[in-house]
């Protein structure tokens, strides 16, 4: 029987593990995947220092794009889904018959499952996405149209759906994007620049990005995707960065605020970038990072209107794969964005990520 490699997570804070497990024959109802591309995401990050709690030994990661290898001719037929398909893998298992469900915002099951929980010592072993070969439930596979690079369409592969979902809550609650002239983005990790990229595609005319601090080449790739200024609080400061906004926006602050830092001292600054009536867009606080203090009188005197957003939905993952289908003038762009390791240079692969030094760390097949 073939061996593969996957990095497991044993305690937190502590190196991953590289282990072998044997291949077997897919269970009914799942397919056997092998690896294409596999992200590292912020909230790993989190996950590896126990923001988020796990049970452990764990194979982490829900970003793996891979080749479908085995499926049972029944699960083929019931979902579309054949044997040397390149498909996405979307962990979330929602009910399907709670209230949220029911409503159509399963991406905020009360009953949220995940497809990579399941414990690596009991087979198929390789639930999640840090492996070289992956078992996921076939009914979580998404088909890429095959005109897409599976390692570009990796890049946002988690981050675009994110962004997209979050669009989707502010479009429900009567937010419109054409009527936006002057947004901000707060953050320039992979949801930030997906939320610059799309922005733009959406036509909105002035896309500002703030960071924390200046990064030369992160920065130099939002220019590149469209940004009209990349701003940063310890260069240009609170004053600094509003003046530059109001100056885009004739006078006024920005129309709509993105917080994708996930920086708990953003919201204060991001509600105090936004003109009476602006709309705060938060899908970038996804662990708890603490608390901070707020003026809610802000919120009331501004009449501000702020929207959370944290999961997405199958029907994002389309979403985003059609975004991606509709842009083609976007691939090379993206594809520069990632830096590639393999499944056993993980624990490099991840201090680079803690170390905010790749714009998107991806795990590919050794070459
Ligand atoms: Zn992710
Ligand atoms: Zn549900």
Known sequence: MRKVRAAVLTATNRPFEIQEFELTNPPEGMAKIRLIASGICGTDVHIYKGKIPVNMPAIIGHEFIGEVEALSASDSKQYGIQAGDRVIVDIACPCGHCRLCRAGDDANCVHMG??????????????????????SPVKNLIKIPSELNPVMVDVFACAGPTVLHAFQLAEKAGCKLREISTAVI???????????????????????????????????????LGAAAVLSMADDGQEGILAVIERYNDGLAADLVFESSGNPRAVPQGLGMLRNRGVYLIPGQYSNSGAVEIEPQKITFNALHLIGSSQYAVEDVKAYLQFLQNNPQLY?????????????????????VQAGKNIKTLLVPER
């Not at 320039?188 to 080449?217: C, D, H, Q, W």
Request: hydrophobic share 40%.
């Open 114 to 135: 995940v497809t990579n929980g399941g414990d690596p010592a009991i087979a198929p072993h390789l639930y999640g996405g840090y492996a070289e070969y992956n078992y």
């Open 332 to 352: 090379a762009a993206i594809d520069r964005l990632h830096t590639d390791y393999s499944v056993p240079q993980i624990n490099e692969a991840f201090q680079a």
């Open 186 to 224: 707060q953050g320039l990790g992979p949801v930030g620049m997906f939320a610059l990229l799309y922005l733009k595609a959406m036509g909105v005319p002035n896309v500002i990005a703030v960071t924390g601090s200046r990064k030369e080449e992160r920065d130099q790739y939002a220019r590149q």
